[in-house]
Every structure is written in C-alpha cells, then in structure tokens.
C-alpha cells in the first residue's frame, strides 16, 4: 500500500516537472494590478512619467504633463511598490516614487477619458483633412482612390533579443 501511495506522489510529481516553464522578461514599469485596481476605485488612472534625459532633469515634459492635469504620487500611497521602486529624495521631484527616469503619476479618471476623446478627436480630423486634400487633386487621367484602412490596437509591447 506505501508502495502505491509512492507511485501516486511520484507520477504527479513528473508530470510537474515534464512541463515547459516560459520565460518571459520582466516589465519593469508594470503597475501591479491591485494598485491599479486600488487606484481606479479611488477615481484615477496611474501612468510613468519620464522627469529626466540624459541625466537632465526634463522640465519641458514634466510641466507639459502637469499642466494635462497629472500629479506624482507619493510613497504612502503606494507603499507595495516600495519594494521595487525608489523615492526621490531631494531636488524638484521630492517624494515621487520613481524607476530609473521615470516617476509614477496619477490623474483623475474623468479628465483621463476626456483627455484620450480630445486626442482621438484631433487625430481623426487629421486623417480626414489629408484624405480630403488628397481627394481634391484627383485628375481624370490619373483617378487616385483612398484604399487605406486605420486599426489601433493596445497589447503588449514588443519584445527584442539582444
């Protein structure tokens, strides 16, 4: 009977290990989705927000951002990203919670979907008025038809070998 109960342990145990594990690089900027969850509760979506380039404090996209209504986030609001993530201790960006050049931000969920409207307005307006240009230099001789489509999708980011 022990001799079965060995049998049993030992064949689950190499149909375990006759499994493929996949690896996958880690993202580094991965917003946990208990924070994300947490967040958008709370009525805000998270996002990075590169403070520096070049080892230069980029202060032309930081305050373009914080004028679209962003705001960084402090380490007592996320204190499970701790972990991973530093905090600036001096300069412009004190108490942000950063990884590398970047540093997490917060906007509210409202103005966010207002936001990304406002851009998808503006980019099928562009789309339309180069269309129509295109549309108005048509000649008879040379008949010229729009056979582009547009597709946006959002997955997951391309991955390179070294």
């Known amino acids: 009977m022990t001799n079965t109960r060995f049998n049993a342990r030992t064949a ?24 994300r969850e947490r967040f958008k ?3 805000f979506t998270l996002r990075w927000i590169r403070v520096s380039l070049r080892n230069q404090e980029d202060y032309q996209n930081v305050g373009k951002r914080q004028a679209e209504g962003w705001v960084f986030v402090g380490k007592d609001e996320v204190p499970e ?12 960006y004190l108490g942000a919670v950063c990884r590398g050049d970047l540093a997490l931000a917060k906007m509210p969920l409202e103005l966010a979907e207002s936001r990304q409207e406002y851009y998808e307005t503006r ?14 230099e048509n000649v008879p001789g040379m008949p010229v038809s ?15 070998q070294d």
């Open 12 to 35: 689950g145990t190499r149909e375990a290990s006759s499994r493929k594990m996949k690896y996958e690089e880690p993202n580094w900027l991965e917003i946990p989705e208990t924070v």
């Open 81 to 92: 990203m701790l972990a991973s993530s530093f905090v600036r201790e001096e300069g412009r």
């Open 146 to 160: 729009n056979a582009s489509r547009t597709q946006v999708s959002r997955g997951k980011s391309p991955k390179f």
């Open 123 to 136: 980019s099928s307006d562009m789309v339309a008025a180069v269309n129509s240009q295109l549309l108005r």
């Open 41 to 43: 509760n709370e009525g």
